[in-house]
């Protein structure tokens, strides 16, 4: 199955921490929803990194930073958030504990993915040549080494591992085709 979050061009509404409150309100439309073992949800308003309790309480901001941050992706051990931030000239990934604690950079990218075992990241390649923007997908440790491009994935942005690790879906930026790649 790949799941696909669309934006409607702007950014949702900043949800508010209500102190003492048992059921924050979450946005709707809020885009990078995904589910960890733990049953807490991470998402994104496109400023920062936020996670929730399936069941709406505890609503707590991960991210404090004055870019913009999103794309967040859980470890498949829930213990882990990779997510993508535009401090710097360049998109990063970035790794953080699931508490948001032990920020971390990792290499100039978009869109993390895990893999199932948890031992890679795969990731879209930021391009130096502004057409096209991207240079395709990329796969590197978890701990951000051994960085290698995947061949014939140009303009490849958004990968969804497969459960068994096998195989890569991507978009492609260049014809709007999702493509199946085997790794």
């Known amino acids: 199955m790949l799941l696909v979050a669309c934006s409607s061009g702007s950014a949702p509404p900043v949800p508010q921490e209500a102190p003492g409150s ?56 829930g213990t882990q958030i990779a997510y993508r931030s535009d401090r710097g000239d360049e998109s990063e990934i970035w790794v953080m504990n699931a508490d948001g604690t032990d920020q971390r950079r ?29 240079s395709g997908i990329s796969i590197m440790n978890a701990d951000g080494s051994g960085q290698h491009r995947v061949p014939n994935t140009d303009g490849g942005e958004y990968p969804s591992w497969s459960p068994d690790g096998e195989r890569i879906a991507f978009n492609s930026n260049l014809t709007g085709d999702h493509v199946m790649y085997m790794v």
């Open 22 to 77: 048992t059921s924050p309100s979450v946005p709707s439309g809020t885009p990078s929803a995904l589910a960890s073992l733990s049953g807490r949800i991470v998402f994104d308003n496109h400023e920062d990194v936020w996670a929730i309790n399936a069941d709406g309480t505890d609503l707590t901001r991960l991210t404090h930073s004055p870019a913009f941050e999103f794309d967040p992706s859980w470890s498949p051990d």
């Open 106 to 134: 990792l290499p100039a990218g978009l869109s993390p993915a895990w893999s199932s075992d948890g031992s890679s990241i795969a990731f879209a390649s930021p391009g130096h040549d502004p057409n096209p923007p991207l």
